[in-house]
Every structure is written in C-alpha cells, then in structure tokens.
C-alpha cells in the first residue's frame, strides 16, 4: 500500500517562492514516472509537472520556466521548487505517479496572496 506525504505549502505573496516536498513509502519509487498535481477550488486536478525515472523532465505550460521538479531515489522523494509564484497558482498541491496510483496523499496547500 503507498503513503504519500506531501509537505511544504504555505502562505506566500506574489513572486515568493516555496519548495515542496513529497515521500512515497511502500512504493516502487525508483521505477515509475512521477508528478505534481494541483488541484485549485472549483477545478479539475491537473498534471502541472512530470518527472520520468530516467529524469527527464516535462511541465504545464503555465508553470513552465518557474516550476522545477526533482526526484531523489534513494529517498524515495520528489520536489517542486516554484518560483515567481502567481495568484493564479493558488491550489492544493498532490504528488503520485503517472499515471497516478490509486492512493492520494493529504496534498499541501499553497495559496499566494499580498
């Protein structure tokens, strides 16, 4: 059974930045692609940035050039470092693989207001 554990959100004013954190326990991590997802109120979740096993990277148009998403395997790990955070990019914040296990996290709430 998989846990994820999504850490990191915050309230933050436009520009700022934050990183999120997110384990994956009992998973087979190290074999799968992963990613961050978000869901804001009122819409759907979306896929907003990927991370293959091999570490190839791929991101949402609208995050991309200020979001990066890394994986640590060893620690069974990925982060999202977001900078130039926008209004816009209110949400709460999900990691799972892609296609996304069954199991959700508590996702991490990121919302970004002056």
């Known amino acids: 059974q998989v846990q994820l554990v999504e850490s990191g959100g915050g309230l933050v004013q436009p520009g700022g930045s934050l990183r999120l954190s997110c384990a994956a326990y009992?998973?087979?991590?190290?074999?799968?692609?992963m990613g961050w997802y978000r869901q804001a109120p009122g819409k759907e979740r979306e896929l907003v940035a990927l991370i293959t096993r091999g570490g190839r990277t791929k991101y949402a148009d609208s995050v991309k050039g200020r979001f990066t998403i890394s994986r640590d395997n060893a620690k069974s790990t990925v982060y999202l470092q977001m900078i130039d955070l926008k209004p816009e990019d209110t949400a709460v914040y999900y990691c799972n693989a892609d296609p996304p296990w069954r199991a959700w996290g508590q996702g991490t709430q990121v919302t970004v207001s002056s």
């Open positions: 009992g998973s087979i991590f190290s074999i799968v692609d």
